[in-house]
């Protein structure tokens, strides 16, 4: 009933006060238009907006007076609502209210995929809350501005307006570098997938929670948390990508991979050492960052069984299951350099008997992996192997993966992976 009193009182004010001041909201100047400023919202319908993990609009949101509102119907395992288009680089504004005790968010990076229930568990939140009225104590982690979970705000700098009143706020995304504002003032600031930020994720609420935060696109993502919100005024520009060059293995830890599996990975004499536990099982390891679009060389060399190979846009799901496209290494004769898809389809492409013999076994060999968009080639010891293009990788982000095949007796060796970023 709060609620319900309270968005009367503000659609009425809203109103009364649009009309004497003739302020217009959800447009955009001309100066905006030139820097390349869209809006998300058009101030009279959800156009561009549909349910988290779905085809349409059936959250409990809508439009009035000029404002996108939620309901106050949702609850944290529905009520969602992201936009049509992913985001990558960008700076995105916005102007929110919230209801007495209110709870609500702004999530980007958000992946949809039915492996994933809700968006948290792969999109940052930048938090909206009724710190002054929310009915029970809150973390710093938790209030307003908030990077959930990850990053508390600056206080000297924290001014928040009651429920009730306008807040603007901003999020600044530039190639991993993040930036909270509030009211005008820039309250949090950090580096995206530094070894301080992997620390915060891996020893706290997303220790459980292998994808989170690590997408480097994605939807932008409201919340409808049980409680009403208003927002207005959504704005974005997108920022330009940045390349680099990277260095997956450094030669002499296995500092930037995550293990998944009880199979053996190690360095020994400079090499990455992939090698059958006693399980005999399935084993892998991940980059913890995400790499898109990319060109990637490695050497490899097979030692008894060499049945392995190289995920990419892969991700990790509960259980040790890596969902994603394989580059494969395996003995001769089993498709070196073919790309298998780990669920759903298979083998996309196998390797012809004529080139079955550039495969050097017992020898050093070197793998070339570009995938841009919805293709993938391959090389192997510097002959072409694949050249796919598929819509459905086009449409994956995700990690570089080792594999170490099920069975036992396997043991390769790696080095020189080295990665240009596109």
């Given at each position: 009933?709060?609620?319900?009193?309270?968005?009367?009182?503000?659609?009425?004010?809203?109103?009364?006060?649009?009309?004497?001041?003739?302020?217009?909201?959800?447009?955009?100047?001309?100066?905006?238009?030139?820097?390349?400023?869209?809006?998300?919202?058009?101030?009279?319908?959800?156009?561009?907006?549909?349910?988290?993990?779905?085809?349409?609009?059936?959250?409990?949101?809508?439009?009035?007076?000029?404002?996108?509102?939620?309901?106050?119907?949702?609850?944290?395992?529905?009520?969602?609502?992201?936009?049509?288009?992913?985001?990558?680089?960008?700076?995105?504004?916005?102007?929110?209210?919230?209801?007495?005790?209110?709870?609500?968010?702004?999530?980007?990076?958000?992946?949809?995929?039915?492996?994933?229930?809700?968006?948290?568990?792969?999109?940052?939140?930048?938090?909206?809350?009724?710190?002054?009225?929310?009915?029970?104590?809150?973390?710093?982690?938790?209030?307003?501005?908030?990077?959930?979970?990850?990053?508390?705000?600056?206080?000297?700098?924290?001014?928040?307006?009651?429920?009730?009143?306008?807040?603007?706020?901003?999020?600044?995304?530039?190639?991993?570098?993040?930036?909270?504002?509030?009211?005008?003032?820039?309250?949090?600031?950090?580096?995206?997938?530094?070894?301080?930020?992997?620390?915060?994720?891996?020893?706290?609420?997303?220790?459980?929670?292998?994808?989170?935060?690590?997408?480097?696109?994605?939807?932008?993502?409201?919340?409808?948390?049980?409680?009403?919100?208003?927002?207005?005024?959504?704005?974005?520009?997108?920022?330009?990508?940045?390349?680099?060059?990277?260095?997956?293995?450094?030669?002499?830890?296995?500092?930037?991979?995550?293990?998944?599996?009880?199979?053996?990975?190690?360095?020994?004499?400079?090499?990455?050492?992939?090698?059958?536990?006693?399980?005999?099982?399935?084993?892998?390891?991940?980059?913890?960052?995400?790499?898109?679009?990319?060109?990637?060389?490695?050497?490899?060399?097979?030692?008894?069984?060499?049945?392995?190979?190289?995920?990419?846009?892969?991700?990790?799901?509960?259980?040790?299951?890596?969902?994603?496209?394989?580059?494969?290494?395996?003995?001769?004769?089993?498709?070196?350099?073919?790309?298998?898809?780990?669920?759903?389809?298979?083998?996309?492409?196998?390797?012809?008997?004529?080139?079955?013999?550039?495969?050097?076994?017992?020898?050093?060999?070197?793998?070339?992996?570009?995938?841009?968009?919805?293709?993938?080639?391959?090389?192997?010891?510097?002959?072409?192997?694949?050249?796919?293009?598929?819509?459905?990788?086009?449409?994956?982000?995700?990690?570089?993966?080792?594999?170490?095949?099920?069975?036992?007796?396997?043991?390769?060796?790696?080095?020189?992976l080295k990665l240009q970023t596109l």
């Amino acid at each position: 009933m709060k609620s319900r009193t309270l968005l009367l009182f503000v659609t009425g004010m809203m109103v009364l006060i649009t009309a004497c001041t003739g302020e217009k909201h959800n447009t955009l100047t001309k100066q905006e238009m030139a820097e390349g400023w869209e809006l998300l919202f058009d101030g009279k319908t959800l156009e561009g907006w549909r349910d988290y993990n779905g085809t349409e609009l059936t959250a409990p949101w809508f439009v009035e007076d000029g404002m996108i509102q939620a309901k106050g119907e949702g609850a944290d395992e529905h009520g969602y609502i992201v936009t049509e288009k992913l985001y990558e680089n960008f700076e995105l504004t916005w102007e929110w209210m919230i209801a007495d005790g209110g709870n609500s968010g702004v999530l980007y990076h958000v992946v949809e995929n039915p492996k994933f229930a809700v968006p948290y568990v792969t999109g940052p939140e930048y938090q909206l809350i009724d710190d002054l009225g929310f009915p029970q104590p809150l973390e710093d982690w938790q209030k307003t501005a908030a990077d959930y979970a990850m990053y508390t705000t600056d206080p000297a700098k924290t001014v928040i307006k009651p429920a009730g009143e306008w807040n603007s706020s901003k999020i600044v995304f530039d190639n991993g570098h993040v930036e909270h504002w509030l009211n005008g003032e820039k309250v949090i600031e950090f580096e995206a997938w530094t070894d301080d930020w992997f620390e915060r994720k891996n020893s706290g609420k997303w220790e459980n929670a292998p994808e989170y935060g690590i997408a480097r696109k994605g939807v932008i993502c409201l919340q409808d948390h049980g409680s009403a919100a208003w927002f207005r005024n959504i704005k974005i520009k997108e920022l330009p990508r940045v390349t680099k060059e990277v260095d997956l293995f450094n030669g002499e830890d296995l500092h930037g991979w995550e293990v998944y599996g009880t199979e053996k990975w190690y360095v020994q004499d400079g090499l990455l050492v992939c090698e059958s536990g006693p399980d005999k099982k399935y084993g892998y390891l991940a980059t913890r960052e995400y790499y898109d679009n990319f060109d990637l060389t490695v050497e490899f060399k097979q030692e008894a069984d060499g049945n392995s190979g190289v995920f990419f846009r892969s991700f990790i799901e509960p259980g040790v299951i890596v969902n994603g496209w394989q580059v494969e290494v395996a003995p001769k004769g089993h498709d070196t350099a073919g790309i298998y898809e780990s669920y759903g389809r298979g083998w996309l492409v196998q390797i012809p008997d004529e080139k079955e013999e550039i495969l050097k076994e017992g020898e050093w060999n070197t793998m070339r992996i570009r995938v841009e968009g919805d293709n993938v080639k391959t090389w192997l010891n510097d002959q072409e192997m694949v050249d796919l293009t598929d819509e459905t990788i086009g449409k994956a982000q995700g990690r570089i993966a080792l594999q170490i095949h099920d069975g036992g007796g396997i043991r390769v060796l790696w080095r020189n992976l080295k990665l240009q970023t596109l």
